[in-house]
C-alpha cells in the first residue's frame, strides 16, 4: 500500500499490538459495511486508541499512531452483525484524517520497526518480570490463572509480545506503541513492570 492511501479506521477504546490477536463484534452499520469493504479487498484497516469519547457513535478524538489489522476470520449473524478474529500487522501514523463517510477512514504511513540496541539480556529480563507480575497478580485474584511466557528471540517481535501480555492500561499500552525502537520499548516496559511489581508486593503484605 502507498504510504499515501487511505485505509479504513476502527477506532477503539484498546491498543492492538503487531503480531496480537483482536477479536471483534461488528454490530454498528457503519463498521457493518467496512468489514464488508475490507472482505472484499485486502482486508486490512487501522486500528487506533480513542483518546477522548465512545466507541459507538463517533464524535471522539483519536491518537495518531496505531496499527494495521488484517481480518484473518469473518463470521457474519442472521441479523447483519459480524464476528471477526484480527491480527496486528504493523504500526501506522495517521496523516490525515478524512471525513467518517460512511466510516471512519484516514491517509497513513506504515512505520518500520527498528530493534535499537537491547541491552544484553534486556528480553529475559522482561520475560521474568512479566511471570513474577503475573504470578502475583493471581495470588490476589486479579486473574484466574498464570499465562506461560516464552517471548520471541527477536528483540522487535518481543516487544511487541511482551506489551501485549502486560497488565497494563491503554494509555502506557499507547505510550509503547508510539516508541520508534524495540529496546526503548522494553527499556521502558520494564520500568513498568517493576514499578508494577514494587506496587503489587505491598498489596500482598498488606501495607
Do not use: K
Request: charged share 25%; proline share 7%.
Amino acid at each position: 500500500m502507498p504510504m499515501s492511501d487511505a485505509l479504513p479506521m476502527f477506532p477503539l477504546g484498546s491498543v492492538l499490538f503487531p503480531n496480537a490477536v483482536l477479536p471483534l463484534h461488528v454490530f454498528e452499520p457503519r463498521y457493518r459495511e467496512m468489514t464488508e469493504r475490507c472482505l472484499a479487498g485486502d482486508r486490512e484497516f487501522g486500528v487506533v486508541l480513542i483518546e477522548r469519547g465512545h466507541e459507538v457513535g463517533g464524535g471522539d478524538a483519536r491518537f495518531e499512531i496505531g496499527t494495521v489489522a488484517r481480518i484473518v476470520q469473518a463470521g457474519q449473524l442472521e441479523d447483519g452483525r459480524w464476528v471477526l478474529v484480527n491480527v496486528g500487522i504493523q504500526r501506522l501514523r495517521v496523516l490525515e484524517w478524512l471525513p467518517d463517510d460512511p466510516y471512519p477512514q484516514a491517509r497513513v504511513e506504515r512505520l518500520r520497526d527498528e530493534p535499537g540496541t537491547p541491552a544484553d539480556g534486556e528480553v529475559a529480563v522482561v520475560e521474568a518480570l512479566l511471570r513474577r507480575t503475573l504470578a502475583m497478580h493471581v495470588e490476589l485474584g486479579d486473574l484466574s490463572a498464570p499465562l506461560e511466557i516464552a517471548l520471541d528471540a527477536d528483540p522487535v517481535q518481543a516487544s511487541f509480545e511482551a506489551s501485549a501480555i502486560a497488565p497494563i492500561g491503554p494509555l502506557d499500552a499507547q505510550r509503547l506503541l508510539e516508541v520508534d525502537t524495540a529496546s526503548d520499548r522494553l527499556t521502558q516496559l520494564e520500568a513498568m513492570l517493576t514499578e508494577e511489581c514494587a506496587v503489587l508486593e505491598l498489596r500482598l503484605s498488606g501495607e
